[in-house]
């Protein structure tokens, strides 16, 4: 079953505590996003890769961390510098950058307690 | 640097009769340009794209766009909407080696 997958679904994190979220994808795809989804402020980039080894910083990157070790897997690191982290965290994946469609997980939400 | 702009926020159709999601974006070289529609606490799911070619695109679920070069538009229409419609969508803009940009979604609520 080819697809992206996110986890986990809910996410709940403590004040000073640096959390993971998972993306993994099984499309043999280069190219793999993390997008913030807030209410009224549609999809922010936070990091991308184009390939293994390789990413940049969106529009948004200031207390998140990311690696690319495997092609198949980006994790993002939420950490304490992120003062505001309660979103929804969306992971994509294309072929490669430009003008291909991405591909989306079910996404993460995560909620500062 | 490239951009998309949804200018409404919602839009509200009646069950049956035609819609309209507008989308215009601002990019420089040639735009790809996509639809995607998001259900409650979901990622994002692709509709169509444009890319090269005939100005209207058909897509998913009955859904097409079509692409205005001078007005540098590319709005989402069905031509019969149904309750199941109602979701969030987002218009979407690339070009040649970029990453995508997204516009701030419309709301569509389809009342029976």
């Known amino acids: 079953d080819g697809g992206i997958t996110q986890s986990p679904k809910y996410l709940f994190r403590k004040e000073g505590q640096n959390v993971t979220l998972s993306c993994e994808q099984n499309?043999?795809?280069?190219?793999m996003y993390w997008y913030r989804q807030d209410p009224g402020q549609g999809l922010r980039l936070i990091y991308y890769?184009?390939?293994?080894?390789?990413?940049q910083k969106g529009d948004i990157a200031e207390g998140y961390s990311v690696s690319r070790e495997k092609k198949e897997s980006f994790p993002l690191t939420v950490t304490s510098a992120q003062k505001n982290p309660t979103a929804f965290y969306l992971c994509?994946?294309?072929?490669?950058?430009?003008?291909?469609?991405?591909?989306f997980g079910q996404g993460t939400r995560l909620t500062v307690v | 640097a490239q951009s998309v702009a949804q200018p409404e926020d919602q839009v509200n159709v009646a069950e049956g009769n035609p819609l309209t999601v507008k989308c215009t974006y601002s990019?420089?070289?040639?735009?790809?340009l996509f639809w995607y529609v998001q259900y409650p606490n979901r990622g994002l799911q692709f509709l169509l794209k444009?890319?090269?070619?005939?100005?209207l695109v058909k897509g998913s679920y009955g859904f097409e766009a079509e692409f205005n070069k001078s007005q540098t538009s590319f709005h989402l229409k069905k031509p019969s909407a149904l309750v199941s419609d109602s979701a969030l969508y987002f218009c979407?803009?690339?070009?040649?080696?970029?990453?995508?940009?997204f516009g701030t979604g419309t709301r569509l609520a389809v009342r029976p």
């Open positions: 994509a994946s294309s072929l490669r950058t430009g003008g291909l469609e991405a591909f």
């Open positions: 499309l043999n795809h280069d190219a």
């Open positions: 890769s184009q390939i293994v080894n390789d990413f």
């Open positions: 990019v420089s070289g040639n735009p790809y």
């Open positions: 444009y890319i090269t070619g005939d100005n």
């Open positions: 979407a803009v690339g070009s040649s080696g970029d990453k995508l940009t």
